[in-house]
């Protein structure tokens, strides 16, 4: 449907909201959106709110919103320019933060237009399912490397072999996560690469003292001053110094 009366014809089509539509009028009259003949892109838009309004279609307050900053923008173009405001300063275009958000907006629907192309590829696609092989088969993992998933569970087993402090019994521990960094490090140093993540809570006696010993260790791991690593799977981690660039 089209307005009859305006020497501008917009068809009503979807727009998901004014930024939408003012695209749509920027690309479909071969507009430069870098230079915006705001005059005629306002009337066109003000056409299609009348349009919704004809329909007895809702039209939100950001439609309405928009109409008011291209109405100021419009207003602001209309003026004389000052002539002490050009001496002092050059004069801002009052197209600038429209042209911008336009811009944005253009970038954001571009990407949701390739999401949807990918998504409708993906789904011709159909896997056969699940495949069991035989166990010589099945790849081989890297575990050299450790996680904090691995860490985690290390943590838990550690963890239930401890019982639980009576309640009662409050007890005030002049242990903190520091602390615990310098004698972990001090100890993987005494060690000489033969540390075990386990040996890190054999002195260890209450459920406290084992989370600061393991953030102690996660600290220690985040400045790369030690490295963990495991041959395979199930055996022991072992916690190794990292070696320092002139040491």
């Known amino acids: 449907m089209q307005v009859e009366d305006s020497p501008y014809k917009v068809t009503l089509g979807v727009f998901e909201g004014p930024l939408d539509l003012l695209l749509h009028l920027i690309r479909s009259n071969e507009i430069d ?9 306002t009337e066109q838009y003000l056409s299609y709110l009348s349009l919704m309004e004809s329909l007895d279609l809702e ?8 109409a008011a900053t291209l109405l100021e923008i419009k207003s602001r173009m209309l003026l004389p320019d000052d002539p002490k405001e050009e001496l002092e300063e050059e004069a801002v275009d009052p197209r600038v933060e429209l042209v911008e958000r336009l811009i944005e907006y253009e970038k954001f629907k571009g990407a949701a237009e390739v999401f949807r192309e990918r998504e409708a590829e993906q789904a011709k696609v159909f896997g056969r399912g699940a495949v069991e092989l035989d166990y010589d088969l099945r790849p081989e993992f890297d575990l050299s490397n450790i996680t904090a998933v691995d860490l985690l569970a290390a943590l838990q087993r550690i963890l239930s072999d401890i019982d639980e402090e009576p309640v009662t019994s409050i007890q005030r521990r002049k242990v903190s996560v520091r602390m615990r960094m310098r004698e972990i490090y001090k100890r993987a140093i005494d060690a000489a690469g033969q540390l075990h993540f386990v040996d890190l809570f054999d002195d260890v ?9 393991f953030l102690a260790l996660l600290e220690l791991l985040r400045q790369k ?23």
């Open 59 to 66: 039209v939100a307050g950001e439609w309405l919103v928009m």
């Open 205 to 213: 006696t209450s459920r406290v003292e084992v989370v600061i010993t």
């Open 225 to 247: 001053k030690l490295t963990v690593k495991q041959a395979k799977a199930f055996a022991p981690i072992e916690i190794k110094l990292v070696e320092q660039n002139g040491s």
């Open 33 to 41: 959106i870098y230079d915006i003949p705001i005059a005629e892109v």
